[in-house]
């Protein structure tokens, strides 16, 4: 069965400081890796597409990364800002229109 | 320009009523996509179209109803509206090779 589990699921810190969210996937078999912000009362927008053949890819303070091996992703946020505070959704493609989506991460960045 | 838009963006309507929810894209996109996104914040898709034909259709109770007049619109019409179908509607759009989907604001659906 297709699954892509996000950790932590939630996640406090301080305006400034960097933090890591975590994917871990069992799709199968895989097409690429998705990572979604979402405000709240908003769709989400994407900030990073990887394929299999790319481990890291950059969107201005957000850099993912990508294993294929171990099938882990990461989002890395650096220098955090009040506007950062979403949720982050890991998506994975097995193809054409398979398409997982993880539960999410809540992010909120405080003063 | 608005690249995926949705209407209402609430909805509060009383549990046995009908409702439908319009959907379009000016992104000339091919694929069109309907998910429901529940109390927890999980994102579950519920249709798929592709050139106005249904190519996805998730286990979702026959009361909902996709229909897509052209490739820009795709609209989610509900029957004997349930408590149960409280959550936020989102509307989708994907085209060219990535396959990215772009998403529409939301439609927050309460069922009283």
């Known amino acids: 069965k297709n699954q892509v589990e996000q950790s932590p699921q939630s996640l406090i810190i301080l305006e400034g400081k960097n933090c890591t969210l975590q994917c871990n996937y069992t799709v199968s078999p895989f097409s690429n890796l998705r990572w979604y912000k979402q405000d709240t009362g908003r769709g989400p927008v994407s900030l990073t597409i990887?394929?299999?053949?790319?481990n890291t890819k950059s969107n201005g303070r957000y850099t993912a990364t990508l294993d294929a091996d171990t099938k882990q992703s990461s989002l890395h946020i650096t220098a955090s800002q009040l506007s950062d505070s979403a949720s982050y959704i890991c998506?994975?493609?097995?193809?054409?229109?398979?398409?997982?989506f993880g539960t999410g991460t809540k992010l909120q960045v405080i003063p | 320009d608005t690249a995926v838009s949705q209407t209402p963006k609430y909805l509060v309507t009383q549990m046995g009523n009908d409702k439908s929810i319009k959907c379009e894209q000016n992104?000339?996109?091919?694929?069109m996509y309907w998910y429901k996104q529940d109390s927890k914040k999980f994102l579950k898709i519920m249709f798929s179209y592709n050139n106005k034909e249904l190519i996805i259709n998730e286990t979702v109770p026959n009361r909902f109803s996709p229909k897509s007049p052209d490739k820009a619109h795709l609209n989610l019409h509900i029957n004997s509206l349930e408590l149960g179908d409280s959550a936020v509607y989102f509307c989708a759009s994907s085209g060219g090779r990535s396959g990215e989907q772009y998403f529409g604001p939301g439609t927050r659906l309460t069922v009283t």
């Open positions: 990887m394929t299999f053949s790319e």
């Open positions: 992104l000339g996109h091919d694929t």
């Open positions: 998506v994975v493609s097995a193809g054409y229109q398979k398409v997982t």
